[in-house]
């Protein structure tokens, strides 16, 4: 008895936030029509206190394991599950005033993204391959259904439609990696797998095999090439505030699901599934770049991004070494809040009726509010990894890993390909301060929106001086792993 009180204290967060998110449901039922916000108001409320609850959480000793072995807590789970709550409450404030203008202010919305948060967290704290995958669905199901949310849009449709059958393809392909590990090894448990790997020889083929189908179901869930053709459709097709949830919190929690995986249950392969890394990081650093310059969708250009900087993800993780961990975890982190401030500007420049998607509708948009175009150039010089933003450290520091362990070819590679990958988001500052508007209308955004975006994005210049402690909570959660 005492086992199992002590394994739900460790799961309390998790606990928390999908019993909330069952409370949502019922109240919002009741609620809806005459008090509309409490909905919203209730899940701020929740995803703070999973925050609270999270840290308070935090194991003394370096890692602590519950549920037969099943989860795991300690400081990668932590500080994954902490900054996914920060930045879905982020989401939430930058979302309200778009969906409600939609006609998408339902109490599912805000429950499908409480469930997402759980996937995401048990993802985080996962130690067997069931646990992982359990996590993944949930995540994977909530995306589905909260990308098909604007139910007169065809395009959120088609979206929705493609996004699930690859993602049951991944799913599948994922599912067939661990079944031949399970085969090869007789364990599902991933400290097993190790142990029992670590005993085996490092090119039998039926680990090789294995290892091979789950870096596909992980390539698809990440987006990077050749499994990336998801990417484009559902950023451009799926609601903008569905797509700055899509874009921020699943990529921290995928960190945690590649680590979980590849490092924890892995790490004696390394040789092998680094230089798979390889080809997935160079190819989609390549076409991710190259492709967006010929974009003239925004959303879409900023998915072709989002494939590129998976690439550079990548490249930390392929060092197979603590440093290059911790200067993944560092870019993603990075990355996440530079999304979250670039699809936010999207939709406090949008309105009812009218998606700023184009990148022609920000011309001359420095001419009718000088600060939003400051607020857009500085993401867009963040993302291009130029300094002094903090994008620049970010790509600096996978760099730095990469040379570490002499890799110098695939260093110079990710240079020449961050120099491409320029091109396209200075073009869309170009846009801004250069190109004649074809509008003279005043942009009317909620002031709260426009404080926070500001905060946000202001953060990306002046938490330069914070850059090495940042790095060293990374390294630290990384050194904790358990």
């Not at 009180?5 to 019922?26: G, K, N, R, T, Y």
């Not at 990894?385 to 570490?404: E, H």
């Amino acid at each position: 008895m005492n086992n199992i009180s002590a394994d739900i204290q460790l799961a309390i967060p998790e606990i928390f936030v999908f019993s909330m998110a069952c409370v949502i449901l019922l109240v919002d039922r009741f609620t809806h029509e005459r008090m509309p916000k409490v909905s919203f108001l209730l899940t701020q409320a929740t995803l703070l206190i999973g925050f609270y609850l999270s840290l308070v959480a935090t194991p003394t000793a370096d890692s602590v394991k519950a549920f037969n072995d099943m989860f795991v807590l300690d400081g990668m789970a932590t500080l994954v599950k902490l900054t996914i709550f920060f930045l879905t409450f982020v989401v939430l404030i930058y979302s309200q005033g778009y969906i409600t203008e939609r006609k998408m202010y339902r109490g599912e919305y805000f429950v499908l993204i409480l469930i997402a948060v759980v996937g995401m967290m048990v993802m985080s704290s996962a130690s067997h391959f069931i646990t992982i995958y359990i996590g993944l669905e949930l995540l994977s199901l909530s995306l589905y259904t909260l990308v098909a949310m604007n139910r007169h849009s065809d395009m959120a449709t088609e979206a929705a439609m493609k996004y699930f059958v690859l993602g049951a393809l991944a799913s599948g392909m994922l599912l067939y990696g661990m079944s031949i590990i399970y085969g090869a090894t007789g364990s599902l448990d991933v400290g097993s797998i190790r142990n029992a790997i670590q005993g085996m020889q490092s090119d039998e083929v039926m680990l090789i095999m294995g290892v091979i189908f789950i870096l596909v179901g992980i390539a698809f869930k990440l987006g990077v090439v050749p499994f990336h053709m998801w990417i484009p459709d559902v950023y451009q097709g799926a609601p903008t505030s569905v797509v700055l949830f899509i874009g921020t919190a699943p990529k921290v929690a995928a960190f945690a699901f590649i680590m979980r995986l590849l490092v924890d249950g892995f790490q004696a392969l390394a040789v092998s599934w680094s230089d798979m890394l390889i080809i997935f990081a160079v190819l989609s650093m390549g076409l991710g770049n190259i492709l967006a310059i010929a974009q003239t969708n925004l959303k879409r250009m900023l998915a072709y991004s989002t494939i590129s900087h998976m690439g550079y993800f990548i490249l930390g993780i392929l060092t197979a070494n603590p440093n290059g961990y911790s200067a993944s975890l560092f870019y993603i982190i990075i990355y996440s809040f530079t999304t979250l401030a670039a699809f936010g500007l999207i939709i406090m420049m949008s309105s009812a009726g009218f998606e700023a998607e184009e990148i022609s509708d920000y011309k001359g948009l420095n001419k009718r509010h000088p600060w939003f175009a400051f607020l857009i150039a500085m993401v867009m010089f963040s993302m291009a990894g130029i300094p002094p933003t903090v994008g620049f450290f970010a790509k600096l520091s996978v760099i730095q890993a990469l040379v570490d362990v002499d890799k110098y070819w695939l260093a110079v590679i990710a240079v020449l390909f961050a120099v491409i990958g320029a091109y396209y988001y200075l073009r869309v500052v170009k846009t801004l301060y250069f190109d004649k508007p074809e509008t003279s209308e005043p942009i009317s955004a909620n002031i709260g929106m426009q404080f926070v975006l500001s905060i946000n994005v202001i953060a990306l210049l002046l938490i330069m001086p914070w850059i090495g402690v940042i790095m060293d909570i990374c390294s630290d959660a990384i050194s904790k792993m358990g």
